[in-house]
C-alpha cells in the first residue's frame, strides 16, 4: 500500500459527460501528480500540484482541469468525455518536487474510467 | 515527442537469467533517472533510481547502468524469478520539477518462465 487514496477505482459514464477523479496523497506530501496510462500512449504526464498551487503541465487537454485543495488532496474533472478517455488515471505524490533528491513518487493503485 | 524511449516493448527470460531493459532519453536537463515496477491492477512502485554523478547502482538483483556520454541508462535484472513478472518503466525528471514532472518510458512488459 502506497499511502495514496484514490477513488472512485471504476468508473463507467456515457460520451458527453463529465466525472471527478479523487485523490488523496500521502500523509505530509505536498506534492499531487495526475498521470494517464493508456495501452497506446504509456503514462502520460497531465498536471502536478504543490502544496494547493499548480507547478506543472503536461499533456492534459482543455476538457480536463485539476485542483488540490487546503488540506492538500486534489481533484481532476473531466468534462465532455469522448470514447478516448478512457484509461487508467494515476494520482501520485511526494515530499517535494519531482527530481528532487531523496523525493520518492509514490502511485495510487489508479481509477478506472470506461467511457461508452 | 517522446523524450525517453524504452526498449524491448516486451521480454520472456528463463528462470535464473539476466533481464535487460534499456532506455535512452534526449533532454540532457534530465537528472533524476527511475525505474518503476507495475503489476496488474496496481500502480506504479518505484524499484531503483539513480542520478547522472555515479554510473552504476545496485540494490539487491537490481542494477541500473547509467552512460552519460551516450544519454542511455539500462536495467538488470540478476538471477530473475517468475515473481518479477511485471511491467517496467525507465522515467526521466529534471531536479526540482520541470515541465513534464516525470517523463515515462513506454515500458517493458517483462515474463520469466519458470
Redesign the interface.
Known amino acids: 500500500d ?1 499511502g ?1 487514496t484514490q477513488t472512485p477505482k471504476h468508473l463507467i459514464t456515457a460520451t458527453g459527460q463529465r466525472v471527478t477523479l479523487r485523490c488523496s496523497p500521502r500523509s505530509g506530501d505536498l506534492s499531487v ?1 495526475w ?1 494517464q496510462q493508456s495501452l497506446d ?5 497531465l498536471i ?1 500540484y ?1 502544496n494547493g498551487e499548480e ?4 499533456n492534459i487537454l482543455e476538457r480536463f482541469s485539476a485542483q488540490q485543495f487546503p488540506d492538500l488532496h486534489s481533484e481532476l474533472n473531466l468534462s465532455s468525455l469522448e470514447l478516448g478517455d478512457s484509461a487508467l488515471y ?1 494520482c ?1 505524490s511526494s515530499v517535494d ?5 531523496g523525493n ?7 481509477s478506472w474510467l470506461t467511457v461508452v | 515527442q517522446q523524450q525517453v524511449k524504452q526498449s524491448p516493448q516486451s521480454l520472456i527470460v528463463q528462470k535464473g537469467g539476466i533481464s535487460i531493459i534499456n532506455c535512452a532519453y534526449e533532454n540532457t536537463a534530465f537528472d533524476y533517472f527511475p525505474w518503476y515496477q507495475q503489476f496488474p491492477g496496481k500502480g506504479p512502485a518505484l524499484l531503483i533510481a539513480i542520478r547522472p554523478d555515479v554510473s552504476e547502482k545496485k540494490e539487491g538483483r537490481f542494477t541500473i547502468s547509467f552512460n552519460k556520454s551516450a544519454k542511455q541508462f539500462s536495467l538488470h535484472i540478476m538471477d530473475s524469478q517468475p515473481g518479477d513478472s511485471a511491467t517496467y518503466f525507465c522515467a526521466a525528471s529534471i531536479a526540482g520539477g520541470g515541465a513534464d514532472g516525470l517523463t515515462f518510458g513506454k515500458g517493458t512488459h517483462l515474463i520469466i518462465q519458470p
Open positions: 502506497s495514496v501528480y498521470y500512449q504509456g503514462l502520460q504526464f502536478q504543490y507547478r506543472a503541465k503536461g494515476f501520485a518536487l519531482a527530481g528532487a533528491p520518492t513518487i509514490y502511485f495510487g493503485e489508479g
